[in-house]
């Protein structure tokens, strides 16, 4: 493809869709919250819109735009603002992919290679690779007409979608196939949850151009020591939505464990480390662990102020 993978850029969800941001970004400007030199990662969207969370479609009611939440504090979200913990049952609410591509905002962004993020969300597999079919039909034809070089995360770990992967490695793999035909950069998100093994034979595939660890852990598999150290409690407070998953700095250790498991398995494609990078600490931890750069989000509400520092630290350690 020729594009270089840029080494920051902000999680899946943080800026929105388009790069849009939230209401709160303006007045987190102030305090010091900066996207400059980090590349934009999309909001994940799904082919079908998601739009009716009382039919369990996506549980973050939105504004008539389909992308601008309803709430100012979405009840789907919970924050611990000292331990800058998060959990959240968004459930990929949005639009869906024909609306936000109709809408010739992705198009239309310039500068360096940023990313779009897309997850298939039917029951069974069969149905959930004729999705992505769907979608790659839908974006070949306009794909290269894009003003920037644009690379497609592909996501196999939200686990408010309530997607059950039983052969991973044969979904992925059948999914890289069928979005390669796009001939742009793909990178495949997992969580913590997805075994070193079955990541490392997806990584053999030529056509996983990258890896993304991880996304949110599901709350019924984190582990009670640590729900405990950072909610106080052993029941989820989104228990009414599924139990949503957690984020933020409870993650780290255990990504960055994942991280230098892969590294020793023998896997040797990019790594981006994303999950609790809320300091320069945090970059050097997953520098050390063997990630080739990191991906922020949660710090953005919770220490919007060290946006400058993480992004200056990870152009420094990641070539």
Partial sequence: SGVEYPSVMNASGTRGFFGEGYWYHKYWNIAGLTFK???LNAK????????NP???LGNMPMRPDGITPHEF???CIVIKPWSGAALNAVGLSG???PNLLAREEWQRISGPPWNLSFMSVEKEMSDRLSELREFVKLLLPVVHKFNAPVGLEM????PNANVQ???LVEEVCTALSIAGELHIPLQCKFNALASVKEVKEISRYRACGAIVMGNTIPWKDFPDILKLRFFGKLRSPLEHLGGGGVSGPPLRAIHCQWIREARESGITKPIWGCGGVDSIKAVDEYHQAGASGIQFGTVCITRPWRTTSIIARAHELFL
């Fill in 54 to 56: 009382k039919k369990g």
């Fill in 155 to 158: 996501n196999f770990s939200c």
């Fill in 44 to 51: 994940t969207t799904t082919m079908q819109e998601r739009l």
């Fill in 37 to 39: 030199n980090c590349a």
């Fill in 165 to 167: 992967h039983s052969s």
């Fill in 95 to 97: 639009p869906g992919a």
């Fill in 73 to 75: 504090f979405p009840k």
